[in-house]
């Protein structure tokens, strides 16, 4: 995890009211605490693996798969699309009811304003709107499913 990822982690725990967050990965350790009145003061902790650990690991080999000349094509292909990508952490739902209709659908032209789908956080629904028009070309997530910030979510052809 680099230093602009741990920057806006703490940006995006600042924005949603969220008093503290804890996160362990394989060779770091962050928590992140805020205060909840007014003014928010950001408490960022970093640990790092200890170095002979690292150092163990270091040693592993690693082996690669072969990369094939096809996984530069569909990078082209989507080149001319813009990306809708999810703004928060949750749960992603295409309806806004189960009995309801989709919000969107492949093909279906948008406007700007419009809303896409709902993502689920901490009990709340958030409607994510479109910041552009267009239509869309691909559904990228499943209903119903996790999503994590900066997930991309939908594929708009604006021409």
């Given at each position: 995890?680099?230093?602009?990822?741990?920057?806006?982690?703490?940006?995006?725990?600042?924005?949603?009211?969220?008093?503290?967050?804890?996160?362990?990965?394989?060779?770091?350790?962050?928590?992140?605490?805020?205060?909840?009145?007014?003014?928010?003061?950001?408490?960022?902790?970093?640990?790092?693996?200890?170095?002979?650990?690292?150092?163990?690991?270091?040693?592993?080999?690693?082996?690669?798969?072969p990369v094939a000349p096809v996984a530069a094509a569909p990078v082209d292909e989507?080149?001319?699309y813009i990306t809708i990508k999810s703004p928060i952490i949750g749960t992603f739902?295409?309806?806004?009811?189960?009995?309801?209709?989709?919000?969107?659908?492949?093909?279906?032209?948008?406007?700007?304003?419009?809303?896409?789908?709902?993502?689920?956080?901490?009990?709340?629904?958030?409607?994510?709107?479109?910041?552009?028009?267009?239509?869309?070309?691909?559904?990228?997530?499943?209903?119903?499913?996790?999503?994590?910030?900066?997930?991309?979510?939908?594929?708009?052809?604006?021409?």
């Open positions: 995890m680099d230093l602009k990822e741990i920057q806006n982690l703490i940006k995006f725990v600042a924005n949603s009211g969220v008093a503290e967050v804890k996160l362990e990965m394989d060779d770091v350790k962050i928590t992140i605490r805020t205060t909840l009145e007014g003014n928010t003061t950001e408490t960022t902790y970093v640990q790092q693996m200890p170095a002979q650990a690292a150092i163990q690991q270091a040693v592993v080999p690693q082996v690669a798969a989507n080149a001319h739902y295409r309806k806004p009811a189960p009995d309801k209709p989709m919000f969107v659908e492949v093909g279906k032209t948008i406007n700007q304003g419009d809303v896409l789908c709902v993502i689920e956080a901490m009990k709340l629904f958030n409607e994510i709107e479109s910041e552009i028009s267009g239509k869309i070309v691909k559904i990228l997530v499943d209903d119903m499913s996790p999503v994590e910030f900066d997930q991309p979510l939908f594929l708009v052809d604006p021409s």
